[in-house]
């Protein structure tokens, strides 16, 4: 069975950085085709992908937020992390770590299962 | 604003069928079949229902389905159940730059 759980501040303060980090159980990081997402959700709005990483250490970003995220893995420990910086109110949401599943032939894009989700709020 | 574009509600009664549709680009929806969909429902994360257009992960009832026709990709659940109550978002693989896009969400009531 696969389980993730994010943790993290539940409060930060306007331009500070955030580190997030999502500790998971039954795969591992290092196995080829694995990999894990980070995605987030302001309060009463959309889902919001941020980034990915693979097993080989690939790592993919959203477009509109790469020059702020960094994510990183720590295979040893079954640990994703991913730092965000320079917060700012906007930011405010839930985040999620969710794995990528259901692959074909190593391939996908679709997130399964999720985290619970951690709500960090930025506001001085 | 969302890179895929969805209805914010739709609605039907138990029993009936519903439709929701996702819009994208020929960079998105129309040019790959990775193509998910996600269900929510309130205070809960996000659980994958349809991947690859139209494939159902297991523990999923086949009354959800997925089809895609050129830009816009739908999930059609039958037999509406009062617990299919939810929103649900598609997500699309939109290629090595951009790469992951969700929509903005529809919420279904069960009327």
């Given amino acids: 069975q696969i389980t993730l759980k994010e943790s993290g501040p539940m409060l930060v303060k306007p331009t500070q950085t955030l580190t997030l980090t999502c500790t998971f159980s039954g795969f591992s990081l290092s196995t080829s085709g694995v990999g894990v997402g980070w995605i987030r959700q302001p309060p009463g709005k959309a889902l919001e992908w941020l980034a990915l990483i693979y097993w080989d250490d690939d790592k993919h970003y959203s477009p509109s937020l790469k020059s702020r995220l960094t994510i990183t893995k720590d295979t040893s420990k079954n640990q994703v992390v991913l730092t965000m910086t320079n917060m700012d109110p906007v930011d405010t949401a839930t985040y999620y770590c969710a794995h990528l599943g259901y692959c074909t032939n190593g391939v996908c894009y679709q997130f399964d299962p999720w985290g619970q989700g951690t709500l960090v709020t930025v506001s001085s | ?111």
Wanted: glycine letters at 14%.
């Fill in chain 2, 1 to 111: 604003q969302s890179a895929l574009t969805q209805p914010p509600s739709a609605s039907g009664s138990p029993g009936q069928s519903v439709t929701i549709s996702c819009t994208g680009t020929s960079s998105d929806v129309g040019g790959y079949n990775y193509v998910s969909w996600y269900q929510q429902h309130p205070g809960k994360a996000p659980k994958l229902m349809i991947y690859e257009v139209s494939k159902r992960p297991s523990g999923v009832p086949d009354r959800f389905s997925g089809s895609k026709s050129g830009n816009t990709a739908s999930l059609t659940v039958s037999g509406l159940q009062a617990e299919d109550e939810a929103d649900y978002y598609c997500s699309s693989y939109a290629g090595g730059n951009i790469y992951v896009v969700f929509g903005g969400g529809t919420k279904l009531t069960v009327l």
